[in-house]
């Protein structure tokens, strides 16, 4: 019989941190500059340079170990990873090898119906590198170290995730996570979040870990499922042809533009990075009612805040999960719930109608308050609900207030009986064969006469009143 | 004026008493320099526009009736590997030999705020890797007392301008012994002060845990002055200890060794001392007891694996410092490469000198995996043991004395072929280093030769006082003439 195999997965998260100034520096960590502008004799590696940490990185990484549950290593210290790179001006990183911040911590997720506990190993706080631009037609390679000693701390879990969906819901629950207690932006497209995933397979029943494979920096999730599913692929044909030992352990670059994981090197050239104890900075001691007063300052995280809008707003649990994905979205909504009272139409403007438009756009487009007008204008039955929608079309375009835009576009319904009176008298009158044939019990002619009303009003005839009149008429 | 023989303390009373100008004394320096320095290689490079820029706005400020500063107006030479704003800092190597630095070491900083004068940047040792100051890329440095014999190292620049009287005194860094061990082949006082102390901020690093900087000068007084200018906490070097109460030590250095209780490990005295250099020591230790001194003899097992766990470990954290020269930004590129790897190969290939090359290869193997529990941990094991040792020792003693270089100012070229045999002259100080303790390193006497030789004593933790207490003391007993005749070389 053929064995099945499961997939397991253990990954590796850089974060930036939300910091002003750089790790070991006081150079901005502004994204997007010119250049090597924000750079310094320190973090350019100059002789004779010395670094100084910054308390504020430190801050951040117990903030994130709070968040996530981990212990918090109350001495740690920084280590030097060495190696050459033209990214990084020291020739070595500083980093925490065997004495990181914080150990332990986990995250629960939820994929494709299933819980899932993913623990962590550990989170340690070290400096970023710079950033290589390969110019084309062109022998030479230019650097920018903008990026160079800006903060990070890396997550490491353990071999807890077991398939693409899964790993994509532990990084949008990180990112949650992380962007709630201002610990990090996690833009991935900006590479201020980006993962490393460390894929093997194994026949079920196995406890045991297969040789895995390292898939390097990625930064977006959509490609984070589309190359573990690919390297899964390709390691399940070899375990299925009775290759297994062709699954080596190496370094793989995800192409993103031919869809396939390449070999970047193996084993055998792997970096031996002669961690030692970095000589210029002190162990880092912190003490334990300050990790008490940072536990204090963390907002409601993702998990309480879904609980409480479960049962506040009685909204499902996949709506919510919808809602509270983005820390905007959330905060958005609730904004908008206190100006209208309606939970549910509002839950339902900002799934199906602002979360389409925010595919292309990164902002908000309107404000709380003129989906909260336009909510209550529908329920109040101003505008239908046809209407409402173009009404929203225009809103995403302009700050003025709902009820001026419907004035303005003349959306307004027509709500009263006795104005309608006149409009449905008339259709009445020019459609006796559609009269007749109700009355004789033809009833389908109804929906018939109702178009004609609707059409007679141009549109602003509230439905419901529309059809009370209609009947009454009709049944007189 | 005999510029040969001045001390900042002379200088300063002059400029104070308005007997001679700033001016005049850097530029009685500056022709001294070049009438004598061509045979000695004190100096790699000099400063004479700004160092008389310097001491003529000086002038103007002792002439506006400025009181000046004990540091003001008084020149001195820095090694070459502090960083000076827009001069040349070399560290005496082709890797660097075109490196301006846009910043000032911390130190360099704090003499020029006091008004101090920057002769020039001095010799020294490649990287500050050396004992006898013939590792530098480009000369030598002679002894001033024999000009066929080496400085010492790594810091020969500094001491041999000392001694020379090319500068009363001078800036050099400590790692193994590299103040301290051409302070007593040139017949100087030289401080190697507590880690933390004084701020490291630009200074090139070598063994990032054991430099220190600390000053070269003819008198225990005048080195005391000069550490109370560059000493002190800096927010720039994470390493450098904040709250301490410092300075003071020209006036407790007064108060005589009477009851002050010196230990004198044996293995210090021990085979491989020099008989002259172990005579002239002893001799000086029973002149402190004729002072009141209370001298006894104790065990201090440390020197021979303290010079390997010295060895492992600053090459360690050399071969990491010493990366960034990859001929990326700055520093040394070579000529034709193809792509990154090579670039950095032949770059350092070219650039570094044998014996630096020799320390990051020892620092790659040590730290590299499979090998780091036998070596480099075991070095840091032991270098706990020596902490807890003299730690003990400073519960006992306020000092411990020592010869600083087991043997005679050595000839040039003598012991370059063998490297372990000129790892040997750091055997008495690597330790303390290792220990992060302070020590002063002064003229004992004169071999019959009539070489120098230094006496160390080494005190704990931030105990520099008791030093410079101790210090001068057998300095004003011993009464030594200490200025070299020297040769003009044309």
Known sequence: ?476 | MDIAKMTIKAIHTGLENKDFKAEEVTRAYLARIKAFDQGIGAFLSLDEAGAIAMSRGIDEKIQGGEAPGLLTGVPLAVKDNLCTRGLKTTCASRMLEDFVPPYDATVVGRLRERGAVILGKANMDEFAMGSSNENSAFYPVKNPWDMTRVSGGSSGGPAAAVAAGFAPYALGSDTGGSIRMPASFCGLVGVKPTYGAVSRYGLIAFGSSLDQVGPFARTVEDAAIALEGIEGFDPKDATSVEGRVRGGYTASMLSGVKGIRIGVPREFFAQGVDPEVKKTVLRAVKRLEALGAEVEEFSLPITESGLSAYYMISSAEASSNLGRYDGVRFGYRTRDYDGFEEMVVKSRTEAFGQEVKRRIMLGTYVLSSGYYDAYYKKAMLFRQKVRRLFKEAFEVYDAVVSPTVPVLPFKLGEKTQDPLAMYLADLFTVNVNIAGIPAISLPAGFSEGGLPVGIQFMGDHFEETKLFRIAYALEQDLGLNLVPELKEVK
């Open chain 1, 1 to 476: 019989m053929m064995a099945t195999y499961e997939t397991v997965i253990g990954l590796e998260i850089h974060v930036e941190l939300n910091t002003r100034s750089k790790i070991f520096c006081s150079c901005a960590t502004a994204f997007g500059e010119a250049p090597n502008v924000n750079t310094c004799p320190v973090c350019l590696g100059l002789p004779g340079v010395m670094p100084v940490l910054n308390q504020e990185v430190v801050n951040l990484a117990v903030k994130a170990g709070n968040a996530l549950g981990c212990e918090i290593n109350l001495i740690n210290k920084m280590d030097r990873k060495n190696y050459f790179y033209p990214d990084l001006p020291k020739a070595y990183q500083i980093s925490q090898f065997d004495l990181p911040v914080c150990t332990g911590g986990f995250v629960d997720v939820l994929a494709e119906g299933k819980k899932t506990r993913v623990n962590l190993t550990r989170i340690h706080i070290e400096e970023d590198a710079g950033k290589l631009i390969h110019l084309e037609d062109e022998a030479y390679t230019l650097v920018d170290y903008n990026r160079g000693g800006v903060p990070l701390i890396e997550i490491v879990t353990e071999p807890d995730i077991r398939s693409a969906a899964e790993a994509v819901a532990f990084l949008k629950k990180l990112r949650a996570i992380l962007v709630y207690s201002g610990i990090s932006d996690c833009r991935m497209e900006q590479g201020s979040m980006r993962a490393d995933v460390n894929i093997s397979l194994r026949e079920v029943g196995f406890q045991g870990l297969n040789t895995k494979v390292e898939i390097k920096n990625m930064n977006s999730m959509k490609e984070v499922f589309k190359a573990v599913k690919k390297e899964e692929s390709r390691q399940l044909q070899l375990y299925t042809y009775g290759e297994g030992h062709k699954v080596v352990q190496e370094t793989r670059r995800w192409d993103q533009a031919k869809g396939r994981t390449l070999s970047m090197r193996s084993k055998e050239d792997a970096h031996d990075y002669r961690y030692f104890p970095e000589p210029d900075l002190p162990p880092v001691k912190i003490d334990g009612e300050w990790v008490e007063s940072i536990r204090a300052t963390l907002p409601e995280l993702p998990d309480e805040k879904k609980q409480r809008m479960m049962t506040t707003y009685g909204l499902k649990e996949a709506e919510v999960d919808i809602l509270i994905e983005e820390k905007e979205i959330a905060e958005f909504f609730e904004a908008t719930v206190v100006e209208s009272g309606e939970a549910r139409e509002s839950a339902n403007w900002i799934i199906t109608e602002v979360l389409r438009v925010m595919k292309h756009e990164a902002r908000i487009p309107l404000s709380p308050r003129q989906l909260a007008d336009l909510v209550l204008e529908v329920r109040k039955g101003t505008i239908s609900r046809t209407a409402a929608k173009e009404v929203f079309e225009v809103l995403l375009t302009r700050e003025d207030e709902t009820a001026a835009i419907i004035e303005e576009m003349g959306l307004k319904q027509i709500s009263s009986a006795d104005a309608l009176e006149g409009i449905i008298q008339g259709v009445l009158e020019e459609n006796p064969q559609a009269v007749a044939d109700y009355r004789a019990g033809r009833t389908q002619s109804f929906g018939f006469l109702m178009g004609r009303c609707m059409k007679a009003s141009k549109g602003k005839g509230n439905p419901g009143i529309v059809k009370q009149v209609l009947e009454d008429k009709l049944g007189s």
